[in-house]
């Protein structure tokens, strides 16, 4: 089994920027890729970026294009690096693991492991 722990949200006013970090623990070997979520409330959760684990192809969805870098390091903790935000991204920040991923690795559908989540609030 994996575990997933996020940290790293806080409150930040528009136009900061913060790092979220997800640390794996378990039987990491099964991550064969990780993503970012977020969910607002009332809102679907949505994915932002996933990263393929070794070989380290990214792909990002189109809600924080730009604004987000998804990176992954030697240890296995996947990072969330975001800049120039926006009030609407106040959310809970998830970060998610799959053994089976296909393709942008961006359907919610295809994760298995979730940690938490990590709350991100931006004030104008």
């Known amino acids: 089994q994996v575990q997933l722990v996020e940290s790293g949200g806080g409150s930040v006013q528009a136009g900061g920027s913060l790092k979220l970090s997800c640390v794996a623990s378990?039987?990491?070997?099964?991550?064969?890729?990780v993503a970012w979520f977020r969910q607002a409330p009332g809102k679907e959760r949505e994915a932002l970026a996933s990263i393929y684990r070794g070989i380290g192809v990214t792909y990002y969805a189109d809600s924080m294009k730009g604004r987000v870098t998804i990176s992954q390091d030697a240890e296995g903790t996947t990072k969330l690096y975001m800049n120039t935000l926006k009030p609407e991204d106040t959310a809970t920040y998830y970060c998610a693991a799959a053994y089976r991923c296909l393709g942008s690795a961006l359907d919610k559908e295809m994760y298995t492991t979730w940690g938490q989540g990590t709350q991100v609030t931006v004030s104008s």
């Open positions: 378990g039987d990491t070997y099964m991550n064969n890729c």
